[in-house]
C-alpha cells in the first residue's frame, strides 16, 4: 500500500503570501492527485499529474517522480484559498485506488 | 462537472437499521467509489466499481455493501448500521482518460446513534 505524508498539517499565512504544501509517497506511481476542501464543503480535484509541473491561474503543482515527492504552491494567496489540500496517490499496482494524505489545513488572513 | 448527485444529504438513524445511499451520475463514467472521510484519517475507500454489476472491495469494506445495476447509479448499503459509521460519505466518478482526474459528490453527513 502506498504511504502518503502531506505537511504541513496546519498552515497560517497572510494574504499575498506565497504557500507551499509538500506530499511525499512511499511507492512509485503513475500520477498525483491534488485536491481542495473548504470548510464544510465538497472536493474539487485541483490536479493530476504524472510529471513536471501543471498550472491553474495561481495555483502550481509539481512533482518529482524520482523522489517520490510534489508540492503544491499558490502564488498571491488570498483568504479564498483558505481550505484543505489533499494529495492522492495510486495503492501500488493500481492506477484508479486512491490512498489520500490527511491533509492540510490552510487559513490565509487578509 | 461531472454532474454527480449524492442523495440524501443528511441523515440521522439508530443503530442496528438499514441504510442505502445513492450516488447519481450524468456523464457516463464507467468508474466510480465511495469514500468515507473522518477526522484524522483523510478519505478511505469503501468500495469502487468498475463497469455495471462490477465491483471491488476497498480498504474499509467491512459492514458496507455496493450495487451497480446501471451506469449512472451506485447504492452504498449499510446493512445494519452501527455508531462507528458515522462519518461523511463521498460518491466519485472517473472517465479514466487521459489525466482527468476525479470527480466528487458534495457529500452525504450520516449520524447513526
Known amino acids: 500500500k502506498n504511504e502518503v505524508e502531506q505537511s504541513p498539517q496546519n498552515l497560517t499565512a497572510q494574504e499575498g503570501e506565497f504557500i507551499t504544501i509538500n506530499c511525499s509517497y512511499s511507492?512509485?506511481?503513475?500520477?498525483l492527485h491534488w485536491l481542495q476542501q473548504h470548510p464544510g464543503g465538497g472536493i474539487v480535484s485541483l490536479f493530476m499529474l504524472s510529471s513536471g509541473k501543471k498550472k491553474h491561474g495561481r495555483l502550481i503543482a509539481t512533482i518529482n517522480i524520482q523522489e517520490k515527492h510534489s508540492s503544491l504552491h499558490i502564488t498571491a494567496s488570498h483568504p479564498r484559498d483558505s481550505a484543505v489540500y489533499i494529495c492522492a496517490a495510486p495503492q501500488g499496482g493500481s492506477n484508479y485506488k486512491l490512498t489520500f494524505g490527511k491533509g492540510t489545513l490552510l487559513t490565509v488572513n487578509p | 462537472d461531472a454532474g454527480i448527485t449524492q442523495s440524501p444529504r443528511h441523515k440521522v438513524t439508530e443503530t442496528g437499521t438499514p441504510v442505502t445511499l445513492r450516488c447519481h451520475q450524468t456523464?457516463?463514467?464507467?468508474?466510480m467509489y465511495w469514500y468515507r472521510q473522518d477526522p484524522g484519517h483523510g478519505l478511505r475507500l469503501i468500495h469502487y466499481s468498475y463497469g455495471v454489476k462490477d465491483t471491488d472491495k476497498g480498504e474499509v469494506s467491512d459492514g458496507y455493501s455496493v450495487s451497480r445495476s446501471k451506469t449512472e447509479d451506485f447504492l452504498l448499503t449499510l446493512e445494519s448500521a452501527t455508531s462507528s459509521q458515522t462519518s461523511v460519505y463521498f460518491c466519485a466518478t472517473d472517465s479514466r482518460k487521459g489525466d482527468q482526474p476525479q470527480h466528487f459528490g458534495d457529500g452525504t453527513r450520516l449520524s447513526i446513534l
Open positions: 456523464e457516463n463514467h464507467r468508474y
Open positions: 511507492v512509485g506511481i503513475s500520477a
